[in-house]
């Protein structure tokens, strides 16, 4: 009988030179490190000004104005409304 080779340590074989780009260790300098580095520094000030955009669209989209009129629902007009309206100005026409 005779014996496969182990799978999950092949896998893990054939991964061992992309393990650098998965987890850089501590000693990588350069460009990598200076990125990942700027992008830390910069997303406190990126979460600030989204948090404040997303409070500030969200007071402004639940305030109510004096006039409560433009919030009302027009009705739309039915069949009904239709024909009233024809005998009205048929109405005025005529007199």
Do not use: C, Q, W
């Not at 080779?5 to 054939?14: G, M, R, V």
């Not at 027009?74 to 009233?84: A, F, G, K, L, N």
């Amino acid at each position: 009988m005779e014996r496969t080779p182990n799978t999950s340590a092949t896998t893990l074989e054939s991964l061992k030179p992309y393990s650098a780009l998965i987890h850089p260790s501590s000693t990588v300098h350069g460009k990598l490190r200076a990125l990942i580095e700027l992008k830390s520094l910069r997303l406190p000030d990126k979460r600030r000004a989204l948090r404040a955009s997303i409070s500030e669209r969200l007071t402004r989209g639940t305030m109510l104005p004096l006039d409560r009129f433009d919030f009302h629902r027009v009705r739309e007009p039915t069949i009904r409304d239709t024909r009233i309206m024809h005998d009205r100005t048929k109405a005025t026409a005529a007199a």
